[in-house]
């Protein structure tokens, strides 16, 4: 079992920048690919980013990358999802979620957070 706990999504105005963290608990987190979704109101869940278990191989949607940047720190047991240049269709409730290989689809994930709230005003 792996425990995630997203924080860091607050009201931020276009063009700034906001970093969420994910921190886990549980089974070995440097074992699990990590990935990041959100969902907006009305809208279905849709995957942001992922990264394997090493670091190594990252994925974005079209949608934010060259924005967005995600990393991990396996001594921490966290995963953080830098967004920069956000733009008010980033507003959403990001989660992140673990997996046993990086993948883009949500269904490959075995676990997830509650998610945070992320606003961008313009």
């Known amino acids: 079992q792996v425990q995630l706990v997203e924080s860091g999504g607050r009201l931020v105005q276009a063009g700034g920048s906001l970093r969420l963290s994910c921190a886990a608990s549980?089974?070995?987190?440097?074992?699990?690919?990590m990935g990041w979704f959100r969902q907006a109101p009305g809208k279905e869940r849709e995957f942001v980013a992922a990264?394997?278990?090493?670091?190594?191989?990252?994925y974005y949607a079209d949608s934010v990358k060259g924005r967005f940047t995600i990393s991990r720190d396996n001594a921490k047991n966290t995963v953080y999802l830098q967004m920069n240049s956000l733009k008010p269709e980033d507003t959403a409730v990001y989660y992140c979620?673990?997996?046993?290989?990086?993948?883009?689809?949500?269904?490959?994930?075995?676990?997830w957070g509650q998610g945070t709230q992320v606003t961008v005003s313009s």
């Open positions: 979620a673990a997996a046993r290989s990086a993948t883009t689809h949500s269904l490959g994930y075995d676990y």
């Open positions: 549980g089974r070995t987190f440097s074992s699990y690919a």
């Open positions: 990264i394997s278990w090493s670091g190594g191989i990252t």
